[in-house]
DNA sequence: ATCCTCCCCTAC
DNA sequence: TAAGGTAGGGGAGGAT
């Protein structure tokens, strides 16, 4: 079966072969998936994660098995403390078996081990292990412990005599080899040899050989129809490895594929799909901050009936493009890239793949008009074409999305008592309140009021579903559309009779597994009973789908849910040619990641690779340069910290990318995806935090053996008090108790915390007292003084300063990239990326005085921030604008939104700054410097200068002092100063 | 019983 | 020409 389009919302009859986003992979072809998801066959599980301290023998037994513990580990560390000087601990992290006879001895190799940092665990846990060390392996050992690390001795003899964690992966024992690539290590001396050709070259040529490539490239080419992988390559610039007839030699497909250094933006700047999630992310961010102008109080807690609205604009890029792309009115009108005219014989009549130009491209949006001709979002333009030859194309105008769904969400944020940001173009309301307080209870009154408001604003169509639930909101939508109001209740629900698939959360897999049991409707759904419905579709989904079919839906607005993850994935233009092609492309995705948490100002600990993998027997995908029906793979691996820095992060990605052992000819998409993430209000508050760590040493001292010490479950433990442990007990209690992914995933305290009494619990942890209930109204009135890693340990130059010291010697290049177990990786990479990487993240002049308010000398239109406030007029007959009440939880917002506030802040007071304002803008800045975000530091001061540029002196000192506290943050960190 | 990893699915 | 991204809910099965 060709692959070919089916429609991402609602793929017609006999569509659907690929499926058009996220994971096309292999088990959605050509029929039946099962719905209750079960693992693959593929890698199986990653051995790496919490490698830290002994088994727990019993959950029960806390306080014994850290009195244990740590005496054991104190023994171990004072065995060889006694013996030897101390040393560089390069093995920090390392958690090491050793099997079999190995030269060095056991005994010697665990000497050199433990005395620089690692761990030794005489029994082999692939839970705790990070390596295991053995000459030579049995077949049956071999392919057991494929996954995992196994390293030669030789690899400790070499660390230690460089004094650096070497990638073990030229030490790796077992496995394909690469042909040519000895099979005997490289000693230390000839790593440097190639390190110093590699910085030769300067990334214009691709060294054959390990250092340069990293890894082996698998040997099983059976499948594969050339011999490419083996071909000497000398010149980067030599041809792309085409196998399929892409064209991928053609100069403008070429300068088009992931390979290219500055695809990852040229290709983000281009995608829809990419604007929409990061939109999510930001409205979710603007909607935080607009309640807290609107001084919205928590989400009104359901005193009488419920209503809930669900706003959505009408074909919203169809709409907005025609704004400033007219088209005659009436006229089927799509949004998408091709801008070329048809040509009737471009596609393949039978499939509509198309032959020629424009054919693959997708269609964002489509007017009503397109729909009854059957055009769908998320189609291929050629098969569009096909249904409707007068189709007419206009182009994306992203900018102009934002803008109109910024004032979207100025205007229903203000209005509703609660604002859920799903989409660009999508909220969800609850008004229960003010429906009742300002329309009398008409909420059809109060949808048409909104609806003109922003169709005043915008120029846009809005459509509102009414409901007592969110499931009822929505589905009235879809009977809104185009340009209307519906109100459904649960009678009028229960009367009509709907396809499972218009049901949030039933998609085209659901969908099919449904109708394989006859169950088609909602009525066949309330007919099943709920164990069969969970035997099709698992046991939350039938739970979930049994409710809505009666029309009963108890979920709630959530507008403050922290962010759990953040990630980047690309499928698309993504054809390597070498392990090397790979392995750069997964450094400046794992620089896109990081940039996006310093943005947010968030830090994670473990990082997830995805990997999308050509399926055997595939060729040319259907979509020009897209990722065609493939194999899913994903593995993951603990940061051992908290982390955003780009070189550690990248480091991780490319050890995963090598393990899963992908014939990077066969790479189709790459994702990466940082969790465990901070909870980000440990970092705001130092205060606070000092509050806690007297509680810390206190109940530290009260603890000891003898006294009680209750297991915390779970979900007692305050994550932010988990975060601010230091790094080592967290990796402990992630090892120990499994808990910390729990704790940090548990949302802040806020939720439950408006009980104290049903919340507020007292936990101890190894001593440590913590309470979690009162957190959030100390937070609240004491205001935030210090921003993020103020005081708190975790950033790795604390914990090697001496390290670091030896980096600031070194060219500012390598000064960026400090953290010691990932320096090696690092600087393993061409040079070409280090600079391409690094020059993101720092932009510096060398040392200079502190000089007095280095006043802007240019203001650059790319950085004109967006003036759009939320201080404009406010709506007629709504409450007056709040006061503005200055900037405070800074560390909450991402940068657009931070650059609003300190517009308002400037324009705010004609009196001058008020000191403390002065003092929360410094330090928020500060910590971005702090946070390695110099780029938004750079970016929020050029914006500061220029907001003060003509004003009076209490402005420009203020802005001057918050110069002087960012550059001094910059002179710590990289003996340098920013330039603005 | 519960956690963790590696998936799968959904939505815009 | 084309720009098939991503966060979050959830399940199966192995490890503990
Ligand atoms: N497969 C898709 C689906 C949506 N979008 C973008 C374009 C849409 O305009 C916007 C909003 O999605 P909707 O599902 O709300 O669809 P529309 O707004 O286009 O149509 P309507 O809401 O009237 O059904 O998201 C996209 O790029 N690709
Ligand atoms: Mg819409």
Request: charged share 25%; glycine share 8%.
């Amino acid at each position: 079966m060709s692959e070919r389009y089916a429609a991402g919302p609602s793929a017609g009859p006999g569509e659907c072969t690929e499926y058009t986003l996220g994971p096309g992979d292999a088990s959605g072809v050509g029929g039946a998936r099962r719905l209750p998801s079960g693992p693959g066959t593929a890698a199986s599980h990653a051995p790496s994660d919490a490698p830290e301290g002994p088994v727990v023998p019993e959950f029960g037994d806390f306080r014994t098995y850290f009195g244990e513990r740590k005496r054991k580990l104190a023994e171990q560390a004072q065995e060889h403390a006694d013996q030897a000087p101390a040393q560089t601990p390069i093995f920090a992290g390392v958690v090491f078996h050793i099997n079999g006879y190995t030269q060095p001895s056991h005994y010697e190799l665990k000497r050199l081990l433990v005395e620089r940092g690692g761990r030794f665990l005489h029994y082999l846990s692939k839970t705790l292990v990070t390596h295991i060390i053995a000459s030579n392996l049995a077949r049956s050992k071999e392919k057991e412990l494929q996954n995992y690390r196994v390293v030669r001795p030789e690899w400790v003899v070499d660390c230690v005599r460089a004094n650096k964690l070497l990638p073990w992966h030229t030490y790796k024992v077992g496995g394909a080899h690469r042909p040519g690539v000895p099979a005997v290590p490289l000693g230390i001396g000839e790593l440097y040899a190639m390190r110093a050709m590699d910085d030769e070259c300067q990334g214009d040529l691709a060294i054959p050989g390990p250092a340069a490539s990293g890894t082996h490239v698998p040997l099983d080419t059976s499948s594969s129809t050339s011999v490419e992988v083996h071909r000497p390559h000398t010149l980067r610039a030599a041809a792309a490895v085409d196998r399929f007839g892409e064209g991928l030699n053609r100069s403008w497909v070429r300068r088009n594929l992931a390979t290219e250094k500055d695809f990852i933006t040229r290709y983000y700047a281009n995608s829809r799909l990419h604007h929409l999630s990061t939109w999510k992310a930001e409205m979710k961010d603007y909607v935080a901050l607009l309640r807290r102008e609107y001084h919205k109080g928590p989400p009104p807690i359901a005193a009488g009936r419920r209503v809930i609205m669900h706003a959505d604009f009408d074909c919203f890029f169809v709409s907005a493009s025609l704004l400033s792309h007219p088209q005659p009115s009436g006229s089927p009108v799509v949004v998408c890239h091709a801008q070329q005219q048809p040509q009737p014989d471009d596609y393949d009549p039978d499939t509509g793949v198309p032959r020629l130009a424009g054919g693959s491209s997708q269609i964002a949006s489509c007017n009503y008009a397109a729909r009854s001709f059957g055009v769908k979002n998320g189609m291929f333009l050629g098969q569009a074409r096909q249904l409707c030859p007068v189709l007419a194309t206009i182009p994306y105008c992203f900018e102009e999305y934002k803008r109109i769904s910024r004032d979207f969400y100025k205007i229903v944020a203000k209005i509703a008592d609660e604002t859920q940001a799903v989409s660009v173009d999508e909220a969800l309301l609850d008004v229960s309140d003010v429906v009742e307080r300002e329309f009398q209870g008409s909420a059809e009154a109060l949808a048409q009021d909104i609806r003109r408001r922003v169709f005043n604003e915008t120029r846009c169509t809005l459509s509102i579903g009414i409901g007592p639930n969110i499931l009822l909101a929505r589905l009235a939508t879809a009977k809104a559309k185009p340009d209307g109001v519906h109100a459904l209740d649960a009678d009028a629900f229960c009367g009509a009779d709907f396809r499972v698939r218009e049901l949030p959360n039933v998609g085209h897999v659901t969908e099919e597994c449904l109708a394989r049991s006859g169950i088609h409707t909602t009525g066949d759904i309330r007919a099943a009973t709920l164990s069969r419905l969970k035997g099709i579709c698992g046991e939350k989904t039938a739970m979930v789908l049994h409710n809505f079919s009666h029309g009963t839906d108890d979920r709630v607005l959530e507008s403050d849910k922290l962010r759990q993850a953040f990630g980047a994935d690309i499928g698309w233009g993504v054809r390597f040619s070498s392990q090397q092609d790979a392995d750069d492309f997964v450094v400046r995705l794992a620089g896109e990641v990081c940039r996006s948490m310093a943005d947010s100002q968030r830090m994670g600990s473990q990082v997830t690779l995805k990997v999308k993998k050509r399926q055997e027997g595939q060729g040319k995908p259907a979509k020009f340069l897209g990722h065609g029906i493939c194999d899913s793979l994903s593995k993951s691996t603990s940061l051992h910290q908290m982390t955003n820095d780009p070189a550690r992060i990248a480091a991780a990605c490319i050890d995963l990318l090598h393990r899963m052992d992908i014939d990077p000819l066969d790479i189709r998409a790459v994702g990466i995806q940082v969790q465990r993430l901070n909870s980000l209000e440990n970092s705001t508050d130092i205060g606070d935090m000092f509050t806690k760590a007297k509680e810390r040493s206190e109940g530290g001292a009260g603890a000891r053996p003898g006294a009680q010490c209750e297991l915390p479950s779970a979900s007692q433990l305050d994550p932010s008090v988990v975060d601010e442990l230091p790094e080592d007990i967290q990796e402990e209690l992630r090892t120990a108790y499994k808990l910390v992914g729990h704790a940090a995933n548990v949302p802040a305290p806020r939720a439950s915390s408006e009980s104290p009494a049903s919340s507020t619990s007292e936990v101890s942890i190894r001593g440590t007292s913590a309470r979690s209930g009162q957190r959030k109204d100390s937070t609240r009135r004491v205001r935030p003084r210090k921003l993020a890693f103020q005081g708190s340990k975790p950033r790795p130059e604390c914990t090697k300063p001496d390290l670091l010291q030896a980096f600031r010697k070194v060219e500012t290049l390598d000064a960026v990239m400090p953290s010691q177990v990932d320096e090696d990786v690092w600087r393993h990479l061409p040079t070409g990326i280090r600079r391409e990487l690094a020059r993101d993240y720092i932009k510096t002049k060398p040392p200079r005085h502190p000089g007095l308010g280095q006043a802007p000398t240019g203001f650059t239109a790319g950085a004109q921030p967006e003036m759009d406030g939320v201080s404009e007029q406010a709506p007629a007959q709504l409450p007056a604008q709040p006061e503005y009440d200055g900037p405070t939880q800074l560390g909450k917002y991402q940068l657009a939104n931070i650059k609003q506030l300190i517009g308002e802040w400037t324009r705010s007071s004609e009196d001058g700054p008020l000191a403390e304002d002065i003092v929360d803008i410094g330090d928020y800045v500060e910590s971005l410097v702090r946070g390695r975000s110099l780029v938004s530091a750079s970016s929020v001061l050029t914006y500061l200068m220029f907001c003060v540029r003509d004003k009076r002196g209490a402005w420009a000192a203020a802005a001057d002092s918050v110069m002087r506290q960012a550059n001094q943050a910059c002179v710590d960190m990289y003996d340098a100063q920013l330039q603005i």
